[in-house]
């Protein structure tokens, strides 16, 4: 099942609620921020997927597979905490390296990034956790143990827990560490998640959860894929006020991912960051000769990672764009190391190594 595919192939939305996901509110947010993901990790979080419901038995080898493959390429740069309850189906730690450890708790599926947790810092250094409630993407999946897991990592760790007021994933938000938020509306201004608030107000909830001021929003696209675009399959934030976006050359008035994406584009040149700058948008473009033969196949080189001394990315195949890819993020990182995967079954499955991964600062 492709996560871009879900609403168009009727896949039965199921799950537990946002109720069964709700985190007491248990500390004051307003001296947290969240750090870039470029600044130094004590280490990665993943989870294991185990849903033959969602996969089938074939295709839920190939994505275990991509996911041990990512695990062990950031292993090699940070420690990594692989989430999975005893006996998940699949699941074997022979193979994964030595930096990698197993974590008893229980998971449904491998998007750390939206149902993981949101790490937060106040001023000197100490770790919170900020709960953006996850509901398995406005109930569309069900997620009886990964509504769970940002509560379960704050007790393992023994980190502060406080609810940010929303639902959503992080997957859906970019936050530069300065104070600006990028976001598309479509998968937090909609009734599958927050049904009571407005935009200004989720725009302040998030803000006073990862300590930012201003809120960039585009509208992006509503119902036709399980995330409702996700803004990081798209675009980036690469430092304060620096994005990176991944956009084809023309607009297709046809593709309404296309149509998306340039307005995205459009808002975004036309925006300025926290502190009045306007942005610098640096531009990717698409991958063409793929390995990947579905329509609904997102081969995103921006849904990268960035651990400690490397950025973990995609490649599919098109020797050309992935060669350009791998120039341009190494231009953006100087000093880390580009480390290329081919992950297709993710982007099969709608998704990359960004949705796969959580970071814990430092």
Same mark, same amino acid.
């Given at each position: 099942?492709?996560?871009?595919?879900?609403?168009?192939?009727?896949?039965? %939305?199921?799950? =537990?609620?946002?109720?069964?996901?709700? @985190?007491?509110?248990? #500390?004051?947010? +307003? *001296?947290?921020?969240? &750090?870039?993901?470029?600044?130094?990790?004590?280490?990665?979080?993943?989870?294991?997927?185990?849903?033959?419901?969602?996969?089938?038995?074939?295709?839920?080898?190939?994505?275990?597979?991509?996911?041990?493959?990512? %695990?062990?390429? =950031?292993?090699?740069?940070?420690?990594? @905490?692989?989430?999975? #309850?005893?006996? +998940? *189906?699949?699941?074997? &730690?022979?193979?994964?390296?030595?930096?990698?450890?197993?974590?008893?708790?229980?998971?449904?599926?491998?998007?750390?990034?939206?149902?993981?947790?949101?790490?937060?810092?106040?001023?000197?250094?100490?770790?919170?956790?900020?709960? =953006?409630?996850?509901?398995?993407?406005?109930?569309?999946?069900?997620?009886?143990?990964?509504?769970?897991?940002?509560?379960?990592?704050?007790?393992?760790?023994?980190?502060?827990?406080?609810?940010?007021?929303?639902?959503?994933?992080?997957?859906?938000?970019?936050?530069?560490?300065?104070?600006?938020?990028?976001a598309h509306a479509s998968c937090w201004v909609?009734?599958?998640?927050?049904?009571?608030?407005?935009?200004?107000?989720?725009?302040?909830?998030?803000?006073?959860?990862?300590?930012?001021?201003?809120?960039?929003?585009?509208?992006?696209?509503?119902?036709?894929?399980?995330?409702?675009?996700?803004?990081?399959?798209?675009?980036?934030?690469?430092?304060?006020?620096?994005?990176?976006?991944?956009?084809?050359?023309?607009?297709?008035?046809?593709?309404?991912?296309?149509?998306?994406?340039?307005?995205?584009?459009?808002?975004?040149?036309?925006?300025?960051?926290?502190?009045?700058?306007?942005?610098?948008?640096?531009?990717?473009?698409?991958?063409?000769?793929?390995?990947?033969?579905?329509?609904?196949?997102?081969?995103?080189?921006?849904?990268?990672?960035?651990?400690?001394?490397?950025?973990?990315?995609?490649?599919?195949?098109?020797?050309?764009?992935?060669?350009?890819?791998?120039?341009?993020?190494?231009?953006?990182?100087?000093?880390?190391?580009?480390?290329?995967?081919?992950?297709?079954?993710?982007?099969?499955?709608?998704?990359?190594?960004?949705?796969?991964?959580?970071?814990?600062?430092?």
């Amino acid at each position: 099942m492709n996560r871009r595919h879900v609403i168009k192939t009727g896949i039965a %939305a199921f799950g =537990i609620g946002a109720a069964g996901c709700a @985190a007491p509110t248990l #500390a004051s947010s +307003a *001296r947290y921020e969240m &750090p870039m993901e470029s600044e130094r990790h004590t280490r990665t979080l993943m989870q294991w997927p185990v849903s033959v419901d969602v996969y089938g038995s074939r295709d839920l080898a190939a994505v275990q597979a991509n996911i041990v493959a990512i %695990a062990n390429a =950031i292993s090699e740069y940070e420690p990594v @905490a692989m989430m999975a #309850a005893p006996g +998940a *189906r699949g699941f074997n &730690p022979d193979r994964f390296s030595e930096d990698v450890e197993v974590w008893d708790i229980p998971t449904d599926d491998l998007w750390c990034r939206d149902s993981g947790p949101t790490f937060v810092k106040d001023a000197d250094g100490e770790l919170a956790v900020a709960h =953006i409630r996850f509901n398995g993407w406005g109930d569309k999946q069900r997620h009886r143990n990964d509504g769970l897991i940002a509560e379960r990592v704050a007790q393992r760790l023994g980190l502060p827990l406080f609810d940010s007021g929303v639902i959503g994933e992080q997957g859906g938000l970019e936050h530069d560490g300065a104070g600006t938020m990028m976001a598309h509306a479509s998968c937090w201004v909609n009734d599958n998640r927050n049904p009571d608030l407005t935009e200004d107000e989720i725009a302040e909830r998030l803000g006073a959860a990862i300590g930012a001021t201003k809120m960039i929003w585009a509208p992006g696209v509503k119902d036709a894929d399980i995330t409702d675009y996700h803004i990081d399959s798209l675009a980036r934030f690469t430092g304060p006020g620096r994005v990176l976006i991944q956009i084809d050359d023309e607009l297709d008035p046809d593709d309404p991912w296309s149509v998306a994406a340039h307005e995205t584009l459009s808002i975004l040149q036309q925006a300025t960051d926290a502190r009045g700058r306007p942005l610098d948008i640096t531009r990717l473009p698409e991958p063409i000769d793929i390995r990947g033969t579905g329509d609904d196949f997102v081969s995103s080189y921006v849904n990268y990672y960035v651990c400690n001394g490397a950025v973990i990315a995609p490649q599919f195949g098109d020797r050309r764009a992935d060669a350009e890819a791998r120039e341009i993020l190494a231009a953006l990182y100087p000093g880390r190391e580009v480390v290329q995967l081919n992950i297709d079954a993710l982007g099969a499955s709608g998704g990359g190594i960004h949705c796969a991964t959580q970071q814990q600062p430092a």
